[in-house]
């Protein structure tokens, strides 16, 4: 299978029979680690003849890991010879008789922009909690001990508005990191509770650092996403943060469809690519809601994405957030209003823990404002109410296997 298409529900497991996926990146695309290639080999290949294909082929073994999350599938990643170039060598590789699947370790970038925070922190700045309705939908729920992985930069663990809120961390890169000003806002969008108000002040976070230290756009490999992916289902999330976009990557899709199969909602930022952006993934992926970023006065964000797997928005624009260092932040982008959105599901899922990713879907499109016509595009997002998401959360009751029923009260 090549990379045809972009974003249709992915086919969980492992392969089987024979079966391939993965493939060489479409022409002109540069999105991916220059040096490193992703093998799953077909089952029950011995370490030896892994081991010649290594020899053969001048591979040095980086990391390997099995993922449940693919019925028990081994990712290898490997550093190429200096002078090969990635498409070429796995067009090579992938038709190997004992490779099942080959492809790039593709690169991924957040989705917000900062700036210097505002002197006065506060309430009366997060213009984001009036617009969602949260006062409201706090008094039913803080998403207690709903567990959210963020997966992201560094976060500030440390920092007072998170106190007590991340139990658990996961460093699926090695080395020392330091905490980043992405990470530390999506934790805070979500969960903080000291001078600024998260959606969901209750929540367990789980921060699983996959995006490296760089100052601006820091950098995710599709390897380090994947690690964090399935540590975020063994630890037990329930929601799935994943504020970044990058090229459509085929095993990621796998990974999606396996994490969303253990009724685990995956959340995603649009992207900030404007208006005529290409689809970004993991936002395109069928088992994924795409959340577009407003402003104040509920119009988009002038970079929002507009493609037309954008399922809602929420607000995005000058954002008031954390920042490392026990600092504030302006925030800008369709990362932080995922973030804002995955803090509202860790409200209804307190309410309601039965719901299935299907059912959060229809609540939150059901109970939010149309903000434009979608037109010929199909682009008609929907901005999100928490509570009313909440309340209806609150009224239904999940069916054995065909989605949603109304609760009689």
Do not use: C
């Not at 992207?271 to 407003?294: F, K, L, R």
């Amino acid at each position: 299978m090549g990379l045809a298409g972009n974003g249709g529900a992915g086919g969980g497991g492992g392969l089987g029979g024979g079966r391939r996926v993965g493939g060489v990146p479409p022409a002109g695309e540069s999105r991916f680690v220059s040096d490193e290639v992703l093998v799953e080999f077909q089952p029950r290949i011995s370490p030896q003849t892994i081991a010649r294909f290594a020899r053969t082929f001048n591979l040095t073994q980086l990391d390997s890991q099995s993922f449940s999350l693919l019925g028990g599938a081994t990712f290898y990643r490997w550093r190429i010879a200096a002078g090969n170039s990635v498409p070429g060598l796995v067009a090579t590789l992938q038709n190997q008789v004992i490779v099942a699947n080959a492809q790039p370790n593709y690169l991924f970038a957040v989705q917000d922009e900062t700036s210097q925070p505002r002197p006065s922190p506060g309430d009366d700045a997060q213009y984001a909690l009036r617009t969602l309705h949260v006062e409201q939908a706090q008094q039913i729920a803080t998403g207690k001990d709903v567990t959210v992985a963020v997966i992201d930069s560094e976060v500030e663990a440390s920092h007072p508005d998170l106190a007590g809120s991340i139990k658990k961390k996961f460093d699926a890169l090695g080395g020392a990191g330091s905490p980043q000003s992405h990470g530390t806002a999506m934790a805070g969008a979500i969960a903080a509770h000291g001078k600024l108000l998260g959606i969901a002040p209750g929540t367990i976070v789980l921060a699983a650092r996959a995006f490296d230290d760089s100052h601006g756009e820091a950098k995710g490999t599709s390897y380090a996403i994947y690690k964090s992916l399935q540590w975020a289902a063994d630890s037990g999330a329930r929601i799935v943060n994943m504020s970044f976009v990058g090229p459509f990557d085929p095993d990621l899709q796998r990974m999606l469809a396996g994490t969303a199969a253990k009724a685990i909602v995956l959340i995603a930022a649009g992207g900030n690519g404007g208006p005529d952006s290409a689809a970004q993934y993991p936002a395109s992926d069928a088992n994924v809601i795409a959340v577009a970023a407003t402003d104040d006065k509920d119009s988009l964000f002038s970079l929002d994405n507009r493609n037309p797997y954008i399922a809602v928005a929420a607000p995005g624009v000058e954002i008031l957030s954390l920042a490392p260092a026990d600092a504030y932040q302006v925030s800008t982008g369709s990362s932080i209003a995922a973030a804002h959105v995955s803090g509202i599901v860790a409200l209804m899922l307190q309410i309601q823990p039965s719901l299935k990713p299907r059912d959060v879907r229809a609540i939150l499109t059901d109970t939010a404002k149309p903000l434009v016509e979608g037109q010929d595009t199909g682009f008609a997002p929907r901005l999100v109410n928490a509570y009313l998401a909440v309340k209806s959360a609150g009224a239904v009751v999940v069916s054995g296997g065909s989605g949603r029923e109304q609760a009689k009260r």
